[in-house]
T-cell receptor
Framework: SQTIHQWPATLVQPVGSPLSLECTVE??????LYWYRQAAGRGLQLLFY??????ISSEVPQNLSASRPQDRQFILSSKKLLLSDSGFYLC???????????FGEGSRLTVL | DAKTTQPPSMDCAEGRAANLPCNHS???????VYWYRQIHSQGPQYIIH???NNETNEMASLIITEDRKSSTLILPHATLRDTAVYYC????????????FGTGTRLTIIP
């Protein structure tokens, strides 16, 4: 079965500090991977999606970036965090042949 | 932009059927309708999906109109644990496209 691991689960960072959130998947090959952000009380905002190694599509102009160095690894980064980067970050995969989206447990980021 | 529109909030009495509507008037022929729900501070959970026929599983039923431009998720006997935000999305079964969620419907089950 397909599983998604995200870490860290919780993170508190000062403004201007760097960020790295990692997502790894198991039980599937060549999945489409997604990073979503959910601000407090808001819906899911698509940030990045990737259909393969090194292939990243950005949906929202921002100070965040994403990379996919391996088939089953998706990383969300920032060089300098802003207060507005606070939120709940979710990694998801769309398994080819299933049509279903699987979500990780999320990483909650608080920027102070 | 999300391809679906949903009411922002709904209330339902415990034990009654909760009917959550979704409009997807621009749905393509190869796109399925998927429903997810998100309980506070957790990742979204898959509920059900369908193409054109009505579907039922242990969690819910999905009713899709004949023109496929709208659908309704039915929770037959709502419990307090069904309080969550419910998202309706459309996607192709083998799609490589980006997947955008709307704002969903916040369903509150009232004791």
């Amino acid at each position: 079965s397909q599983t998604i691991h995200q870490w860290p689960a919780t993170l508190v960072q000062p403004v201007g500090s760097p960020l790295s959130l990692e997502c790894t998947v198991e039980g599937t090959s060549n999945p489409n991977l997604y990073w979503y952000r959910q601000a407090a009380g808001r819906g899911l905002q698509l940030l990045f999606y990737s259909v393969g190694i090194g292939q990243i599509s950005s949906e929202v102009p921002q100070n965040l970036s994403a990379s996919r160095p391996q088939d089953r690894q998706f990383i969300l980064s920032s060089k300098k965090l802003l207060l507005s980067d606070s939120g709940f970050y979710l990694c998801a995969l769309a398994g080819v042949g299933t049509g279903e989206l699987f979500f990780g447990e999320g990483s909650r980021l608080t920027v102070l | 932009d999300a391809k679906t529109t949903q009411p922002p909030s709904m209330d339902c009495a415990e034990g009654r059927a909760a009917n959550l509507p979704c409009n997807h008037s621009t749905i393509s022929g190869n796109e399925y309708v998927y429903w997810y729900r998100q309980i506070h501070s957790q990742g979204p959970q898959y509920i059900i999906h369908g193409l054109k026929n009505n579907e039922t599983n242990e969690m819910a039923s999905l009713i899709i109109t004949e023109d496929r431009k709208s659908s309704t998720l039915i929770l037959p006997h709502a419990t307090l644990r069904d309080t969550a935000v419910y998202y309706c999305i459309v996607r192709a079964y083998f799609g490589n496209e980006k997947l955008t969620f709307g704002t969903g419907t916040r369903l509150t089950i009232i004791p």
